[in-house]
Every structure is written in structure tokens, then in C-alpha cells.
């Protein structure tokens, strides 16, 4: 496993997000049960990865329950990373959440907690004021946020008066742009960019052709759409082709494009232990430059079908059983 700095700790390149725990939408109760859960959260602490992702509305907080019940015992060397829900923003409000969080995770320290999507309603000043509040009181260590564009991360430093020290945006070979625009501060001043959703949500793991698509939260990825889905065969060409170079899967090589960068951490959801175990394998993948370069040269290539177009598709596969 490979470490990167995060702030004053160092954490695995590659972690493990949590939303498949707990959520319907990406068949909880069909896919995955507790047990399994439980395992892919034990199975990532054996293989090294100790950057854990989770937040407050994941299946309702069940996510936090089995994520905390999963941790117990090796809760020192583990990083956890929870959010706070965009109703949840004023001063009081932030401060209540994370104390429900605390509860839920079964420990007395948030080791990161972020702002899931900013609400423009409430002022980033009562926000960061109960995130302030919270570290005084050491209940959490590093603030983050999630979904800002630069100047609101920028605006949200300012009101905290110290670092808000990584976003968390959607980010993987075919999304770039918001990490594009967010890269280069994160050099300058020693912050992460923590990409989600880094395996386009399983379409980067290559398994998934027209007509195969799966429905739940993922009916609403317009890259599903059969179209999109056979547009996207040169790419996922040259993905094979990297991934058999290195005897490596397309997913492991769409994580390891990303975690080439060390200001990057990446946390693929995962919902078998053979998923985790081959994810936190791709950390240890080195991609030279010139692999890296083809493979943003081939995803800068594809182009998806206008977003309307796929929408009478996307609400047929919302409304499969
Ligand atoms: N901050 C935010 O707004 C936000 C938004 C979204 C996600 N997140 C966080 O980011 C995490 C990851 O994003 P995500 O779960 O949306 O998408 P993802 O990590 O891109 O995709 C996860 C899914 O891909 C499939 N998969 C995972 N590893 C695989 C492998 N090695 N081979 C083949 N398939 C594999 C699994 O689904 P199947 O096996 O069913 O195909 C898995 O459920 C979340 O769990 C959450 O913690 C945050």
C-alpha cells in the first residue's frame, strides 16, 4: 500500500468509501448484507488501507454504525472521514450532527469532517464557525468539504481561519474538470483532493455493456446509457490494454491513473472482499508518464451524448425493480 501525507497524518493512497453500507440504491439487502460489510472493512484494514469514507446520510447512518462496529479495536491507526448533510449547516446544526455521527461511529474523535455540498442559504461563516467550535473541543481533527468549486473552498478557509484540508469532488478519468481546477491550489498549499465515485461507479471496472446496466443511485449515471455505454468501447481498448501490460484489471488501472498524482486520494466503494482486495492492490501500480498521458489522451476523446438525451432511459432503468 502506498501512504500519502493528508494534513499532519499520512493515510493510504487508496481508501474505501462507504455509501454501498446501508443503501438500497446500490442493493443493500440483495448485494450486500452486514456480515459482507463487515468483512470488506475488515479485509481493507488487513491490506493497509486505513483511509475510511462514510457520512451521516448513508443508509440513514448505518453506514457510520458499520463502519465504527467494523473499526473497533484498530480505531488509533484508522482514519475516518465522515459528512455532514447540507440541512445540517448552521453553527448549532454542524455542532448536533457531528455529535449524532460521534454516536453512530462509536468513538470520541472525527478524524476528518466535511461539508457533504454547500447550501448557498446558510453563510459559510455559521458552517465553519460550528467546525471550529468542534476542533476546539476535539471532537475533530481536520475539517474538509466536498463539491466546492475553488473560490467557495478558498471562502470557506478564510471563515475557518486555517485549513480546510481536502475537497472531495467526483473525480475519475472520464470527470475531470472540477479536479482539474482544484489540482493546482492543492499543490500550492499541501491539500487533497479526495476523488469519489473514482471507478465512474463500476463503469471504469469494464463489466458493465448496452443492455447490462445496473439501475438503484446508478440509473441516474448518464454514462450507463447503452450509448454511452458502446461510445465508450475505444476507450475501455485502451484501459484493456494498459491493464494487460501491467496484468493488472481496468479498474485497478482507472484508480492507479488517479492516485499518480500525491495529491490525490481515491476511495472506490466496494461491495465483495475480492472488490477491496483488488482495489487496494492498484496502489501499488505505477503507471510511467507516458501510460498516464494515453490514458487521459484516449478518455479526453470520448464524448458523451447530450445529458437530455438519456434521460426518458436513465428514468426507465430508476423505475426497474
Ligand atoms: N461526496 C460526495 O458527494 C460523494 C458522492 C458519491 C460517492 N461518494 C463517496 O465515494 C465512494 C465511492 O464512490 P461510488 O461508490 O459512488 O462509486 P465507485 O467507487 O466509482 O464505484 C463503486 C462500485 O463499483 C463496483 N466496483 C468496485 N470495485 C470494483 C472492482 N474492483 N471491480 C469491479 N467492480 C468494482 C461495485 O459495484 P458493482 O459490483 O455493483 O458493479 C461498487 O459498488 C462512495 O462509497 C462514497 O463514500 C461521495
Avoid: C
Avoid at 56 to 62: F, L, P, V
Avoid at 109 to 136: A, C, K, R, W
Avoid at 138 to 145: A, D, N, T
Avoid at 182 to 196: D, K, M, Q, S
Wanted: proline residues 5%; glycine residues 12%.
Amino acid at each position: 500500500m502506498k501512504y500519502v501525507q493528508f494534513g499532519d497524518r499520512q493515510v493510504s493512497a487508496i481508501g474505501l468509501g462507504t455509501w454501498q453500507f446501508g443503501s438500497r440504491g446500490w442493493g443493500w439487502g440483495r448485494d450486500l448484507d452486514v456480515e459482507e460489510a463487515l468483512r470488506i472493512v475488515r479485509r481493507a484494514v488487513d491490506l493497509g488501507i486505513t483511509f475510511f469514507d462514510t457520512a451521516e446520510i448513508y443508509g440513514g447512518g448505518r453506514s457510520e454504525e458499520i463502519l465504527g462496529q467494523a473499526l473497533r479495536g484498530h480505531r488509533e491507526e484508522m482514519f475516518i472521514a465522515t459528512k455532514v448533510f447540507p440541512h445540517h449547516l448552521t453553527r448549532g446544526g454542524v455542532v448536533r450532527a457531528a455529535q449524532r455521527s460521534l454516536r453512530r461511529l462509536g468513538t470520541d474523535t472525527i478524524d476528518l469532517y466535511q461539508v457533504h455540498f454547500p447550501n448557498p442559504l446558510i453563510p459559510l461563516s455559521q458552517t465553519m464557525g460550528g467546525m471550529g467550535e468542534l476542533v476546539n473541543k476535539g471532537l475533530v481533527r481536520q475539517v474538509g468539504v466536498s463539491n466546492f468549486g475553488l473560490g467557495r473552498w478558498r471562502r470557506a478557509e478564510r471563515a475557518l481561519g486555517s485549513a480546510v484540508i481536502s475537497n472531495q469532488v467526483h473525480y475519475h478519468l472520464l470527470k475531470r474538470k472540477a479536479a482539474d481546477m482544484l489540482l493546482p491550489y492543492a499543490r500550492e498549499e499541501g491539500r487533497t483532493v479526495i476523488a469519489y465515485s473514482p471507478l465512474a461507479q463500476g463503469v471504469l471496472a469494464g463489466r458493465y455493456g448496452p443492455g447490462e446496466a445496473p439501475g438503484g443511485v446508478r440509473a441516474r449515471n448518464v454514462l450507463f446509457t447503452p450509448r454511452n455505454l458502446r461510445r465508450l468501447g475505444p476507450f475501455m481498448e485502451v484501459l484493456r490494454s494498459v491493464a494487460g501490460a501491467h496484468g493488472a484489471t481496468p479498474a485497478q488501472i482507472a484508480l492507479a491513473w488517479l492516485v499518480h498524482d500525491p495529491q490525490v486520494i481515491a476511495i472506490p466503494g466496494a461491495k465483495s472482499v475480492q472488490q477491496v482486495e483488488e482495489n487496494a492492490a492498484a496502489a501499488d501500480i505505477a503507471l510511467s508518464d507516458l501510460e498516464w498521458a494515453r490514458l487521459g489522451d484516449a478518455a479526453q476523446a470520448f464524448r458523451r451524448t447530450p445529458f437530455m438525451s438519456a434521460v426518458p432511459g436513465m428514468i426507465a432503468r430508476y423505475l426497474r425493480p
